[in-house]
């Protein structure tokens, strides 16, 4: 096999992300309801373009090396992945919350990648398809909203910030029963028994139960 045939494999999924914007109008349809500002709402449409790019990337190592090796590195996904994801993250908000959150859904991704492939290897599994890639981007650009918004409003002296749920059904129970609740801002909002700052909070121990796939949003008020 020769370098130039590893490169054209190892970029094999990439010639998908001349398609990256077919992937826009279902961001959109999933951020139209979330109660923030249309700019906002794009920019959650960028973000998710960008994260599934990412996951798109680091999914293509694992090809790669099981290409070459018959076997999966979960390190190698990680590092690829932290790496890519800390950079889209950057151009939003860099501060302890990001930079550790990157390490732990890199590692997370990684992790549960490796432990549904190592025994079980197909290319055209779900954990290196786009779809995974599209439900990553839609939890991982709303973490970086929220928290960029959160941060910003804390920089510009808001004192409040008020939990909004987009109640069309779809809302997961707790995050009903927190809708439209008000607290100082520096205290946590309780969902579900989790302390959260803002909605996609995992930093005070709340898991994807309470943060994966999440249209809820914050607003901030003097
Ligand atoms: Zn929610």
Not at 95 to 100: A, G, I, V
Not at 118 to 144: C, G
Not at 183 to 195: A, M, R, S, T
Request: hydrophobic share 30%.
């Amino acid at each position: 096999m020769t370098y130039t045939q590893n490169r054209e494999q190892r970029t094999m999924p990439l010639s998908k992300l001349s398609f990256d914007e077919l992937n826009r109008p279902e961001y959109e349809e999933y951020f139209s309801k979330v109660r923030v500002s249309d700019e906002e709402k794009q920019k959650r449409v960028e973000a998710a373009l960008q994260i599934e790019e990412a996951a798109l990337l680091g999914f293509s190592t694992v090809q790669y090396d099981y290409q070459i090796n018959k076997m999966i590195s979960w390190l190698s996904l990680q590092k690829a992945l932290h790496e890519s994801f800390r950079k889209v993250a950057k151009q939003y908000v860099d501060d302890d919350f990001m930079e550790n959150h990157v390490r732990n859904t890199a590692l997370n991704i990684a992790l549960t990648t490796y432990q549904n492939l190592q025994n079980n290897y197909s290319e055209d599994s779900y954990w290196l398809s786009d779809d995974r890639a599209v439900n990553i981007a839609k939890t991982e650009s709303s973490v970086i909203l929220d928290r960029t918004e959160y941060a910003e409003a804390k920089r510009k002296g808001y004192r409040y910030k008020r939990w909004d749920t987009v109640m069309d059904g779809k809302e997961r129970e707790t995050h009903g029963e927190v809708n439209g609740q008000i607290v100082l801002i520096d205290e946590p909002f309780e969902v579900g028994g989790c302390l959260m700052m803002h909605p996609c909070d995992d930093s005070m121990g709340a898991g994807a139960d309470e943060v994966a796939n999440c249209r809820c949003s914050s607003t901030y008020l003097k």
